[in-house]
Nanobody
Framework: QLQVVESGGGLVQPGGSLNLSCVAS????????IAWFRQAPGKEREGVSC??????????DYGDFVKGRFTISRDSVRNTVYLQMNNLKPEDTAVYYC????????????????WGQGIQVTVSS
């Protein structure tokens, strides 16, 4: 059973940075599309960014809030996908999820077969 684990969350002040990591057991993530989603209290889960499968470097961003602040990347050697988040704002506070898809990137949660348990990111002074 593929297991997905996120790390790197926590409490950060506005304007600060965090680098989330996503690893998966027993599989090579290079052959899957990996996305980050987030869910704030009382809101639906929304897509953040995705990086395509098969060692591709293609990425997709799913919200204006990503532009110029968040960057998704893949370390093929470490079998890890990252979400670098800069200039964080209080409205970025949410549980962030890593999701794994066997096919192409998508902003739809239903297109992802495997999910991590999520990690809390809190932006507050």
């Amino acid at each position: 059973q593929l297991q997905v684990v996120e790390s790197g969350g926590g409490l950060v002040q506005p304007g600060g940075s965090l680098n989330l990591s996503c690893v998966a057991s027993a599989v090579n993530l290079n052959y899957y599309s990996i996305a980050w989603f987030r869910q704030a209290p009382g809101k639906e889960r929304e897509g953040v960014s995705c990086i395509g499968h098969k060692l591709g470097e293609s990425t997709e961003d799913y919200g204006d809030f990503v532009k110029g602040r968040f960057t998704i990347s893949r370390d093929s050697v470490r079998n890890t996908v990252y979400l670098q988040m800069n200039n964080l704002k209080p409205e970025d506070t949410a549980v962030y999820y890593c999701a794994v898809a066997e096919f192409n990137c998508s902003p739809l949660t239903s297109d992802y077969e495997y999910w991590g348990q999520g990690i809390q990111v809190t932006v507050s002074s």
